[in-house]
């Protein structure tokens, strides 16, 4: 199936695709012309400090819980074509979590692709629901996992998925611990980024 822009918009609209789009505003338009946005939003630009990623990114949370997600509920072959066309069209930041259950579509449909041309992000999930199994291993288990499942050698950015505890630095410290253990064996970044809105940034 061939992909237009338009198709690609609207089919991740209704597949629960979610686009951050960090491009700057438009200049103010004026009568008759066609507005146009000042950047290139599939420009590499920084993320934080160590990394760089497209300005727009792509990502699979949509009604994520449960290991499932608006993209996932359509199936592996629409998810791959998603995912595809989005690498074709210049994205190069794809944001996963194990809540979504995303991680074996996004490794489908970029194999083949250099692996350094692209930044994978994803998320360890500690809360009691929200997952089928009632058990929640450590960050490092969860992590070693999700580097099966995305078929790579190394995440460039690993958060602890949705903290709203004020103490979460505290509670969440020996998993924090733990992520950085990882990254002395270069599974993830050496580098620690900064923290931001509960979760831990690596990379």
Same mark, same amino acid.
């Given at each position: 199936?061939?992909?237009?822009?338009?198709?690609?918009?609207?089919?991740?609209?209704?597949?629960?695709?979610?686009?951050?789009?960090?491009?700057?505003?438009?200049?103010?338009?004026?009568?008759?012309?066609?507005?146009?946005?000042?950047?290139?939003?599939?420009?590499?630009?920084?993320?934080?400090?160590?990394?760089?990623?497209?300005?727009?990114?792509?990502?699979?949370?949509?009604?994520?819980?449960?290991?499932?997600?608006?993209?996932?509920?359509?199936?592996?072959?629409?998810?791959?074509?998603?995912?595809?066309?989005?690498?074709?069209?210049?994205?190069?930041?794809?944001?996963?979590?194990?809540?979504?259950?995303?991680?074996?579509?996004?490794?489908?449909?970029?194999?083949?692709?250099?692996?350094?041309?692209?930044?994978?992000?994803?998320?360890?999930?500690?809360?009691?629901?929200?997952?089928?199994?009632?058990?929640?291993?450590?960050?490092?288990?969860?992590?070693?996992?999700?580097?099966?499942?995305?078929?790579?050698?190394?995440?460039? $950015?690993?958060?602890?998925?949705?903290?709203?505890?004020?103490?979460?630095?505290?509670?969440?410290?020996?998993?924090?611990?733990?992520?950085?253990?990882?990254?002395?064996?270069?599974? $993830?970044?050496?580098?620690?980024?900064?923290?931001?809105?509960?979760?831990?940034?690596?990379?």
């Amino acid at each position: 199936m061939r992909y237009t822009r338009r198709t690609f918009l609207s089919e991740a609209a209704v597949g629960g695709t979610g686009l951050v789009l960090g491009v700057a505003s438009p200049a103010p338009v004026i009568r008759g012309e066609t507005p146009t946005i000042s950047r290139d939003p599939t420009a590499i630009v920084p993320l934080g400090k160590h990394l760089k990623a497209s300005r727009i990114g792509i990502g699979f949370g949509m009604r994520g819980y449960n290991r499932e997600s608006n993209l996932s509920r359509r199936g592996l072959d629409h998810a791959e074509r998603v995912v595809r066309y989005a690498y074709d069209a210049g994205i190069r930041f794809f944001d996963n979590a194990d809540l979504y259950g995303s991680h074996q579509y996004v490794a489908r449909a970029l194999r083949g692709k250099p692996r350094d041309s692209y930044v994978l992000s994803t998320k360890v999930w500690f809360h009691p629901t929200g997952l089928p199994e009632k058990e929640r291993p450590d960050a490092d288990v969860a992590v070693r996992r999700f580097l099966k499942e995305l078929n790579t050698d190394y995440i460039d $950015l690993v958060q602890i998925h949705c903290m709203m505890n004020g103490e979460w630095t505290q509670t969440m410290r020996r998993q924090m611990d733990l992520l950085e253990e990882l990254k002395e064996k270069g599974l $993830l970044p050496r580098r620690l980024g900064p923290r931001g809105g509960g979760q831990v940034r690596l990379g």
